[in-house]
């Protein structure tokens, strides 16, 4: 350490975990301290966008499924259950990558995954144009899910770890409007491709340019360091340190004055095997959180899902009238879609406004029921008007419980496997991916009501499960290590005064 550094000593020490609030010493600071101090800046900008970059790609890969299948279908004379098969691919493809992505973060480091997945995202894409056949098709779709569904978890992790906790909340939401941006992108690509190139080409375009984007965000996190939270766990302070230093640099403020301690270190300083990183998430202070985590993950992802991969096919259901005969005649399946997503983004913003003033229990819960009733009554949708407008406002809500989910599960999980559980509760989500493609065509071949009868039952049920989450997170402390306490409910456990 240079002399310029000598105010800021550094001590990797370990502390009992009930020493916290007036207990620590004057001269030492803690790693939210920092943030604190360093608060809001230019540096979080930047990072917001450079991690918002995989979420456009999770958009843009997730949006063409439901965008290209009917083209698929004439290309390569698609059965019913083969065209369940292109959107369940990619989501196998995801629960894997999903699963094994969180542990691979937590155990080697958020960057390997930040970096390269980006990288393979685009590879696979554009790799899965020349597929020569559809079963071709679905192998690689698999893999670009293999690779998307390791790089969402990290981004979180990556985002969550670098700001101060009373903008988590904000930062989170904003990060979702790069999911609808990726997704409006895709939308306006099919517009572009689908519609004006021969039909047995353009599916190839489509897919090959929908892979271009993951080159430039691979590009731009080039230069990004490794989570200085993770290096701090891990024992690597001086690192962490130095990180911490250039973010104050880079945002023109300065890192608190003293030394930068650890109290929730392990003192051995070891590393936990795979097994130790899941059986952690199922130890007494988290196995009531984890179980109804997944459930929500799971139900959200099979009711939204679900509803986003069958409208497409429900707009272009004929319906008599002359409503119907008057919107089919202005807008086409690529733009009624386009309106549906674009909703989506005004939702973020809003959610991004009162998610760190309003609980994120209450919000997920509220939202998730009233979103599953909505989506139930598509079942007796009887015009394209109807379905149009509907869908529209099932958009705008469905922002609401993914915002904040994506923002409560990376908070409510210490450091030490912050990835791994966002990992396994994003494995859940990628689970009902894989199957609602094929349980909705089925249902929906049988009975258009079945399948949005379902999705909304699902959907409640997640809502139920919101309410009992035993931890609020709405200004807290991120934790670096299980807490030593029972798993019950607590409001704001170790919050502090952070205006």
Excluded at 111 to 131: D, H
């Amino acid at each position: 350490m240079t002399s310029n550094d000598s105010e800021y000593s550094l001590l990797d020490e370990t502390r009992d975990n009930s020493i916290k609030g007036d207990d620590i010493e004057p001269d030492s600071f803690t790693f939210d301290d920092a943030l604190d101090k360093i608060g809001v800046g230019w540096y979080q900008m930047l990072l917001l966008f450079i991690c918002g970059g995989g979420w456009f790609l999770d958009g843009v890969q997730l949006g063409l499924v439901s965008l290209i299948l009917d083209t698929l279908s004439a290309a390569f004379n698609l059965q019913s259950f083969e065209r369940g098969f292109v959107g369940s691919s990619v989501f196998l493809g995801m629960m894997v990558g999903a699963a094994v992505g969180g542990l691979i973060s937590d155990r080697f480091g958020r960057k390997i995954i930040f970096l390269w997945g980006s990288f393979f995202v685009s590879l696979c894409a554009i790799t899965n144009a020349m597929a020569p056949d559809f079963y071709t098709f679905v192998v690689m779709r698999a893999l670009v899910g293999l690779c998307l569904g390791s790089l969402v978890p990290t981004d979180q992790a990556v985002l969550m770890e670098f700001i101060p906790r009373k903008h988590r909340g904000t930062f989170m939401g904003l990060m979702n409007i790069f999911f609808s941006a990726g997704a409006i992108f895709v939308c306006l690509l099919a517009w572009a491709t689908l519609e004006n190139i021969e039909p047995s080409k353009a599916w190839r375009y489509f897919v090959g340019i929908s892979g271009a984007p993951g080159v430039l965000v691979f590009l731009s996190r080039i230069m990004i360091p490794e989570s200085p939270r993770f290096l701090m766990v891990n024992g690597q302070m001086d690192q962490a340190f130095r990180i911490l230093k250039d973010v104050a640099r880079y945002n023109r403020t300065f890192v608190p004055n003293g030394t930068l301690v650890n109290y929730n270190a392990d003192p051995s300083g070891r590393k936990f095997s795979t097994i130790e990183q899941i059986t952690k998430l199922f130890s007494p202070q988290l196995a009531r959180t984890t179980i109804l985590l997944i459930i929500i993950w799971f139900g959200l992802s099979y009711g939204n899902y679900g509803f986003g991969f069958l409208i497409p096919t429900e707009m272009l259901k004929k319906r008599s009238g002359d409503a119907d005969s008057a919107i089919n005649k202005y807008l086409n399946v690529y733009s009624k879609t386009l309106i549906v997503i674009s909703v989506g983004v005004f939702g973020f913003v809003i959610v991004s406004l009162i998610m760190d003033k309003i609980g994120r229990r209450f919000l997920m819960c509220v939202s998730l029921l009233v979103g599953g009733v909505l989506v139930a009554c598509l079942a007796i949708s009887t015009n394209s008007i109807f379905v149009l407008v509907l869908s529209t406002i099932i958009n705008l809500i469905s922002t609401i419980p993914w915002a904040v989910i994506y923002t409560y599960t990376p908070e409510v999980y210490p450091t030490v496997i912050r990835a791994t559980g966002v990992g396994l509760c994003s494995a859940f989500a990628r689970l009902a991916g894989t199957v609602t493609p094929l349980i909705g065509t089925m249902m929906y071949d049988a009975d258009r009501i079945y399948p949005f009868v379902s999705f909304g039952v699902v959907l409640v049920i997640a809502g139920f499960c919101a309410a009992l989450l035993p931890i609020e997170t709405l200004g807290r402390v991120l934790q670096d290590e299980v807490e030593k306490k029972d798993d019950e409910v607590i409001e704001n456990p170790r919050q502090e005064n952070v205006e």
